[in-house]
Structure formats: C-alpha cells, structure tokens
C-alpha cells in the first residue's frame, strides 16, 4: 500500500493506476481526501457542498469491483473527482452560488458528471463557483497566498486541486473562469473545442460561449478527462457530432512549432512577458521552432466582440430571473445583465459577423504552427476584489479552439506563473501532446505552502 | 479592454446608454458603482465593433467557414 500521507498528493492517472493494481483502495483514497479537505479547507473554502456519504458509498462498490476482478474497470476506477457548483449532481444540490436555489436538487446528473462517473470516477463534492460563473468574488481563498483570488469562476475547483484536496475537478469557460484560475493556482487547465464536451446539466451564462473544461496537475489527467467526456450528445444542441480521437501520450512527441502571440505579450505585466519569452527560448533550446505571431484582427476588436456577445447572450439567460427573484443577484452580475439588456440586437449580429472574421483570422494562424504560445494571464493573481483579467483566455472562448494552461514557474513573491497553449480546432490530442512536450521540459511546481 | 478612450464617439455612445439604462431603472440605479462600471465596459465594446463596418453582402454570422 502507499503511504496514506501521500495519497491527496496522487494525479488522477497515479491513483487510477494504483487502484487498478490494488497498491491503493478507493475508500483510502476518499478518506484521505475527506480528512485533507477536513485539515485545511477551514483556510481555502474550496467547497460548497462535500457528499462524504455517497463518495465512500461509491468508493465501496468501487473497491468490490476491483476484488472481484477488476474486469472492465472504467479508465478512471475509483479516482475522485469535483465538478463546479453549476453542473448539475443527482441528489446532490446544485445552486450556482444562487441564494432562491438553496434548495435546488437535480433529478439527473449533468452529462459532463455522468460520463465521469461511467468511466469510474467518483464524485467527492461541489466547488464554489462565483455566482452563475460571472465575475462577483467568491469567498475561495487562493491556496498560494489568503490575500489573492484564486481566480474565478472556477474558483474552488481550482483551489481544490492546488490544495491536493482531489485530483480533478470539472470547471466551465465563457470568457477564462477554467485557463485564468489555473494559472493563479500552479495547476493544469483545459479547455477542449466548443462542442467537443456537452454542455447538457450546466447552467449556462452564455450559450455561444460556455464551454465544459477540467482543472487537474497533469496533462495526462487532461487526457483522460477528455477520454472520459468527449463525444457527440444528441440532447446538447451544441455538441458536435464527430468521432473523438484516442490521445496517445505513451510515445514522445517531436519538438513542435510554436507561434508566440506578440498580441498578448503586449498586454502583460513586465514579469510575464520576461517569463514567457524565458519559456519560449527554452523550449527552442530543446528543439521547438518558435516564431512570433499576430492577430489579424486587434486583441482590443477581439476583446469587444467576446464582450458584447457574452452581455447579450447573459442578459437573455438571466432577465427573467432578475424579475422572479429581485434583489438576489450580486451586484456585479446585476448589473451586467441590466446593461445587456439595452444593447440592441442589430449590434449583437454585428458582433457575430465579426466574431466569423476573427475565428477565420485565427484559424490561419494556426495553420502555420502546431499550436500558439501565449501567457494564461497579464499578471499572477491579483486581490480579492476582483476575479482577474479574462483577456488572455478570451480569444480562444470567442473561437472555440482548445486551449491549455501549464504552471511554468513562480514570480519573485512565490506565485504561479504559467503559458497557455492553443491549438487547432478538433486537434485536441495534438495539442495535448504538445503540452505534454511542454510539461516535461518545464517540470511541476512544488505545492502551495498550506 | 483596456483603457476606456476620451474619443466623443464612445462617449457618445456611453451618453446613449446612460439615457437608456435611466429610463429602464431610474436614478436609483444609474448611481449604483457596478452599474456605472457596466455601461462603462459596454461602451467601449459597442464603440469599438462600430468602428469596423462590414460589407452587407459579406457571408451572415452563422454559416461555416
């Protein structure tokens, strides 16, 4: 057996392998990660809802299974999981933060959650999510330093993770809430391509934008995420009808090409763009080609496009919930909603015939590099005043393509800094494959200091 | 986005919206800080998408390519 002290330190791809070969029980597993989210998570408030009972229910019939042969054991047997406080849990309430849906109990699991659970993970609990994943502050505290955000709106998957509370945590992206509180934590985010994971089960806040994605410590928990959720769901009007490429992350990739966007250095903080170009001329010393790249279209047009599409899209969702419930929306979200309201719809079409523009734009980018390099963020995380900046992460929610954050370093206070990777729409197992290129030539960070 | 210019279209625009968020909310509200930051942020969104005219007979939004 492993040392219990050590099992909240496992991978999801460290833990399902160990529970395959029986070096790990599941039920030691949930009990070690109950116990670690007992000891600490009085300082990060990471979670919304723990479901002790039916994960150490779950995590006996998963040991059952594994003493009575372990044949068709799921890819991810008896490793726990989170999922953000949008997805939609059976029995389990799902309330986005919402104060009138305090007692709101889903029937069925979303079908991100569902997927999870098929291919045998297990559901530890809810992670804070700031209200319906817009920008008001949660109460999540990051796990590198109290007086930072971990980021939003994936706030407590984010912190769970970096807080070796569970491995993997379901998260969503409208604008950042999966890449930017990844990078403000040291932990790995993904995004697949819109329409890649249904989106059925999640409350939504932008339709055209809102995408399923997973926070982890590894590309390879990426990879299996992907494996377990990926595909075609007939009941998710968006989800794309396409087979779903195996990831093979087993052979070493050649050294890729990278674009590095000249847009977005622009935009950083002095320290991340040092960091990033650093990155960028050590990952050509090891045999990547990197050459600087820039959008067609401005970051400031792009900017505009994500957010007027993004108003509109959260004003139709949440008019008429302003209306039934008044005076329980924070304000932040309020507000935005109020002035999305006003905005014309002529604009709005405007917006998307721009937004076709910029995908196209982007799109030829890609054609000439195997993926873009780009900071996750302008800066580490700022304070808990606010969520951070999303205009790094945007671009690639606008466009839909899959996108992956990578912790690369810490900066001179000891917070996470991290580079973000872009790919080709569909080419998720390429890009994964890139990252992992990527992963181990920049190597882990160590733990935040809880 | 950055920034939030002193060029008189976007504030001629962010003058549009206040008229418009007033007459929808009322004064109550149009003093409210996350309000004011709101229309701010969407002025400068509208204003800069109006600034990049497209031809009409360019593809519409929703086909592929």
């Given at each position: 057996?492993?040392e219990?002290t050590?099992?909240?330190?496992?991978?999801?791809a460290?833990?399902?392998?160990?529970?395959?070969?029986?070096?790990?029980?599941p039920v030691?597993?949930?009990?070690?990660?109950?116990?670690?989210?007992?000891?600490i998570?009085?300082?990060?408030?990471?979670?919304?809802?723990l479901?002790?009972?039916?994960?150490?229910?779950?995590?006996?019939a998963?040991?059952?299974q594994?003493?009575?042969?372990?044949?068709s054991?799921?890819?991810l047997?008896?490793v726990p999981?989170?999922?953000k406080?949008?997805f939609?849990?059976?029995?389990?309430r799902?309330?986005?933060?919402?104060?009138?849906y305090?007692a709101?109990?889903?029937?069925a699991?979303?079908?991100?959650v569902?997927?999870?659970k098929?291919a045998g993970?297990i559901?530890?609990?809810?992670t804070?999510?700031t209200?319906?994943?817009y920008?008001?502050p949660?109460r999540?505290v990051?796990?590198?330093?109290?007086d930072r955000?971990?980021?939003g709106?994936?706030s407590?998957?984010?912190?769970?993770v970096?807080?070796?509370?569970?491995?993997l945590a379901?998260g969503s992206?409208?604008?950042?809430?999966?890449l930017?509180?990844?990078a403000?934590?040291?932990?790995?985010g993904?995004?697949?391509s819109?329409?890649r994971?249904s989106?059925?089960?999640?409350l939504p806040?932008a339709?055209?934008?809102?995408?399923?994605?997973?926070?982890?410590r590894?590309?390879e928990d990426?990879a299996?995420?992907?494996a377990a959720?990926?595909?075609?769901?007939?009941?998710?009007?968006?989800?794309a009808d396409?087979?779903?490429?195996?990831?093979?992350?087993s052979?070493?990739?050649?050294?890729p090409?990278?674009?590095?966007?000249?847009?977005?250095?622009?935009r950083?903080a002095?320290?991340v763009?040092d960091h990033?170009?650093?990155?960028?001329?050590?990952?050509?010393a090891?045999?990547?080609?990197?050459?600087e790249?820039?959008?067609?279209?401005?970051l400031?047009l792009?900017?505009?496009v994500?957010?007027?599409?993004?108003?509109?899209?959260?004003a139709?969702?949440h008019?008429?919930?302003?209306?039934?419930?008044?005076?329980?929306?924070?304000p932040?979200?309020?507000?935005?909603?109020?002035?999305?309201r006003l905005?014309?719809?002529?604009l709005y079409?405007h917006a998307?015939?721009?937004?076709?523009?910029?995908?196209?734009?982007?799109e030829?980018?890609l054609?000439?590099?195997d993926?873009?390099?780009?900071?996750t963020?302008?800066n580490?995380?700022?304070?808990?005043?606010?969520?951070?900046?999303?205009?790094?992460?945007a671009?690639f929610?606008?466009a839909?393509l899959p996108?992956?954050?990578?912790?690369?370093?810490l900066?001179e206070?000891?917070?996470p800094?991290?580079v973000?990777?872009?790919?080709a729409?569909?080419q998720?197992?390429r890009l994964?494959?890139?990252a992992?290129w990527?992963?181990?030539r920049?190597?882990?960070?160590?733990?935040?200091p809880? | 986005?950055?920034?939030?210019?002193?060029d008189?279209?976007r504030l001629?625009v962010?003058?549009?919206l206040?008229?418009?968020a007033l007459?929808?909310y009322g004064?109550?509200?149009?003093?409210?800080?996350a309000v004011a930051?709101?229309?701010?942020?969407?002025?400068?969104a509208v204003?800069?998408i109006?600034?990049e005219?497209l031809?009409p007979?360019?593809p519409?939004?929703?086909?592929?390519g």
């Amino acid at each position: 057996m492993a040392e219990p002290t050590a099992l909240h330190e496992l991978t999801a791809a460290q833990a399902a392998r160990l529970v395959r070969d029986r070096q790990v029980s599941p039920v030691e597993l949930v009990q070690a990660l109950l116990a670690r989210a007992e000891r600490i998570d009085g300082r990060v408030h990471a979670w919304e809802t723990l479901a002790a009972d039916g994960a150490l229910a779950a995590a006996r019939a998963a040991e059952r299974q594994v003493a009575d042969g372990g044949r068709s054991l799921g890819p991810l047997h008896g490793v726990p999981f989170a999922a953000k406080d949008i997805f939609d849990t059976a029995g389990l309430r799902t309330a986005a933060g919402f104060e009138p849906y305090h007692a709101r109990v889903p029937a069925a699991d979303a079908e991100a959650v569902a997927r999870l659970k098929r291919a045998g993970a297990i559901l530890l609990g809810k992670t804070v999510t700031t209200q319906f994943a817009y920008a008001d502050p949660p109460r999540t505290v990051n796990p590198w330093s109290a007086d930072r955000t971990p980021g939003g709106s994936s706030s407590g998957s984010a912190a769970a993770v970096a807080a070796r509370q569970v491995p993997l945590a379901l998260g969503s992206q409208t604008a950042g809430s999966v890449l930017r509180p990844a990078a403000y934590t040291g932990v790995v985010g993904f995004k697949p391509s819109y329409g890649r994971v249904s989106k059925r089960g999640v409350l939504p806040f932008a339709w055209s934008l809102d995408h399923v994605g997973v926070l982890a410590r590894s590309v390879e928990d990426c990879a299996l995420f992907l494996a377990a959720t990926a595909g075609f769901d007939p009941a998710d009007p968006d989800s794309a009808d396409l087979p779903v490429p195996a990831v093979d992350l087993s052979q070493p990739a050649p050294p890729p090409g990278f674009g590095l966007l000249r847009d977005a250095l622009d935009r950083s903080a002095p320290q991340v763009r040092d960091h990033v170009q650093g990155v960028a001329r050590r990952l050509a010393a090891e045999g990547a080609s990197v050459q600087e790249v820039s959008l067609d279209d401005g970051l400031d047009l792009v900017l505009a496009v994500l957010h007027l599409t993004m108003q509109v899209e959260a004003a139709a969702v949440h008019w008429q919930l302003l209306e039934q419930f008044p005076g329980a929306h924070a304000p932040r979200l309020r507000a935005y909603v109020e002035v999305g309201r006003l905005l014309p719809g002529a604009l709005y079409l405007h917006a998307q015939r721009l937004r076709r523009r910029i995908v196209a734009g982007l799109e030829r980018l890609l054609a000439g590099v195997d993926a873009l390099l780009l900071p996750t963020a302008v800066n580490v995380a700022p304070g808990p005043e606010t969520t951070g900046d999303p205009s790094l992460q945007a671009p690639f929610s606008l466009a839909g393509l899959p996108a992956i954050s990578l912790p690369s370093g810490l900066s001179e206070e000891r917070l996470p800094l991290a580079v973000q990777l872009v790919g080709a729409r569909w080419q998720e197992p390429r890009l994964l494959a890139i990252a992992r290129w990527v992963e181990l030539r920049l190597g882990p960070l160590p733990a935040p200091p809880l | 986005m950055q920034d939030a210019p002193q060029d008189p279209a976007r504030l001629a625009v962010l003058e549009r919206l206040r008229a418009s968020a007033l007459e929808t909310y009322g004064e109550e509200r149009l003093a409210d800080a996350a309000v004011a930051f709101a229309l701010q942020a969407a002025a400068t969104a509208v204003w800069r998408i109006m600034q990049e005219p497209l031809d009409p007979l360019d593809p519409e939004p929703y086909t592929r390519g």
